[in-house]
């Protein structure tokens, strides 16, 4: 991985995208795990774990369970309504500007109209996508632990269920999104109340860089990193403050394209053992006979 570029990623602390909360319903409730010397988890929530050779970030959104669908629909529906109000009340001062003009003597200097509103309709009404509103950025500050050499430890404490692997994505409030969307094809992996999930390691040196398949110069090469959520080399151990805690490996499953949403670049998770591959751009789920 670019030096600079991490270099770069660290300078920046991690906040997930700015939504008003005081009348919106909280999917997704995260924060790093400090390093103290001794840790104490909470069983109502789950954790994730990811340890890395170097500092890197990682984005990851919360899907949404039916409960959360529903209280999404809603929560979109009462915008859309206020957002329809407000354009009325635009509407009517528009057209009394308007009116108004018509009345005027020819050769009246031109009155001020306000620009015409745009109705809003379900098409063209933007408002923020659920994962913006479910997300979790863990690292590059906050590890847990750190080790000789750059080796880094994450532990997020984030509300239970399933989550997906958005990308190697780093924001800060003022500054603009850097990193790579896994937006066509990536992962995701549940987390349970009580129980720590290892997401597995990120390396990015030391191991055989990733090949393109035969014929295939579409493939993306994640910034070229060449062991992506895999397992962990021999000597690189779990922090000892977390052994007596229950420890599962991420049961990944691989999950479809999704929007850019901050305009960073496009890729994908690089092929997965026994999870996904790709054949050119359609993602091969690997898991189907498990």
Sequence with gaps: MNKLFLSALASLTLASPAIARDKHPV?????????????ALDPAKAYVLLRTDEAVPLYLMRVPTAEDQAAYAELRADAFAEAHEKYLKKRASYDRAVAAAAKLPKGSPPPRIPEEPVEPTESNFEFTPFGMMAAVGIGPLDRFAKAKGGASTYLQEVTPGEYRVYGPLALANGAAPLGTCFCMGSVKFEARAGEIVDMGVILTDGVERPKAPPGDSSMPVVMD??????PAPAGMTIDPRLAQMTIRPAAYRPVGKLPNYFGVTIGR??????VLRYDRDRIVDLTAAN
Excluded: Q
């Design 27 to 39: 999917f997704v409730e995260t924060r790093a795990v400090k390093d103290k010397p001794v840790v």
């Design 225 to 230: 990193i060449p062991n992506y959520l895999g």
């Design 269 to 274: 998770i690089p092929e997965m053992a026994g």
